[in-house]
Structure formats: C-alpha cells, structure tokens
C-alpha cells in the first residue's frame, strides 16, 4: 500500500511539472493575435484549427453547465456530512478523516480557480456576454476530474455505497468525468489547450489526493490490527 501512496505522489509531482511546463509553452510558443477583440492566443495554430473544426455548440455548453452543478452538490453533499459529523460530536478528531481529505481536496481545487481567474493564460475564444473571459485552464474540466474522480477513488471508502454497487459507481464516475471534459472542448467554450491544461492540472491534484488517501488507509488499517491484538 505505501509502495502504490509513493507512486501516486511521484505521478502527481510528475503531472504538475508538465503542467507547468505546458503553461510556459503556451505563453512563449506561437503567440498571435487570433482570440476575440485581437487577444493573443498561445500556440495558436493548433488552437484555430481546432476551434475552426470543432466550432460552437449551445448543446454541449449545457450539457457541462448541467453536469458542472451535479459537481457542485457533490462538493456540497460532503460538506453536509462533514459539518453534521461536527456538529454531532463536537470534535474535529471525531469527523471522518477521509470526509475531512475531500475538504481538503475541495478548497484547493477552490484556490487553483481562483488563481487562474486573476492570473489569465488565455482568454475563451468567444466573448462571453460581450467580454473576454479567461479559459485556462478549463475550470469545468478540473471541477470534473477532481470532483468525480475522487468520488471513483472514495467509492471503496464510503459506506453510503454498497460492496456490489462500488464497480458501477465508480464506472459511472468516470464516465461523467470523460463526458463534462470532451463536451466542454465540443461546446466551443474553450480552446483545445485549455482543456489539454485542465487535464494535466486535475490529474496532477488527484495523484496527491490518491497519496493522502492512501496513506489515510494504511493508518487506519495498522489502528485496526493493533486494536485486535490488544483485544486479543
């Protein structure tokens, strides 16, 4: 178990350098003005092309904006189990470790927005109520990855799903995960690097989340089988 928690972080540090790595290119590589009101566009080549043949679908913009809210109540629901384990108890020590990980998870994943929203990459190529809108990374396809694919990861953890049901839900997971993040390239909203940046950033933080989670596991494990020895 510790040897898999050690692969994930290295998975995670890997995905995160590449990440970096991606967003220097896409700031000092084939920089031309080809985005609404002459706003420069990083590797813009790939970008047009792609945008010229994908162009824009309302369709799939509401399909993501749809499953972007599903998201949210996912975020919200746990949120709602961690402050009910509070409140009950009224000891932090007593909310579920892994509950109190997603929060964790949650709120960086909350900073990572936040940060690319003042410090814009590239802007959509389409205005957004007549405005340029910053689009990298694709904020849906990271809120997708990390939300249900740490809902995939937990659906061993998590006592609400059932032993059988574990296989279809975490199938279910990614699936949805893989439909916000092809739909959103689809809609027209982003251009292809945007979402190729979301990708690599949502990966990279749920590589770390898989570590923690990991490592939450084997804790708890040693804890049960000192317990047993003791009663014994």
């Known amino acids: 178990m510790k040897f898999i928690s050690r692969n994930s972080l290295a998975a995670g540090v890997v995905m995160l350098i590449v990440f970096v790595l991606f ?84 709120a960086v994943l909350l900073a990572a927005y936040l940060f690319f929203e003042f410090a814009s990459i590239n802007y959509r190529p389409i205005l957004v109520e007549g405005e340029l809108d910053p689009s990298y990374p694709s904020s849906h396809t990271m809120l997708a990855v990390c939300v249900f694919g740490s809902l995939a990861l937990m659906a061993g953890d998590l006592p609400i799903f059932g032993e059988d ?30 979402i190729l940046g979301g990708i690599f950033l949502s990966v990279s933080l749920l590589c770390f989340f898989e570590a923690a989670r990991r490592e939450l596991s084997d804790e708890q494990d040693e804890d049960y089988y000192e317990f047993e020895e003791e009663d014994e």
């Open 165 to 194: 049901r574990r296989p279809i839900t975490r199938i279910v997971c990614w699936a949805v995960a893989a439909v916000s993040v092809v739909g959103r390239l689809l809609s027209g909203y982003h251009w292809f690097t945007d």
């Open 23 to 106: 967003t220097v290119e896409l700031k000092t590589v084939g920089v031309e003005a080809v985005g609404p009101d002459g706003s420069s566009v990083g590797m813009a080549a790939l970008n047009s092309f792609m945008a010229k043949k994908i162009g824009v679908s309302e369709f799939w913009y509401e399909v993501t904006k749809a499953l972007g809210y599903v998201a949210l109540l996912v975020m919200a629901v746990f949120a709602l189990v961690g402050a009910y384990q509070l409140i009950s108890t009224r000891s932090i020590a007593a909310v579920d470790k892994k509950v109190i990980l997603l929060g964790v998870f949650y």
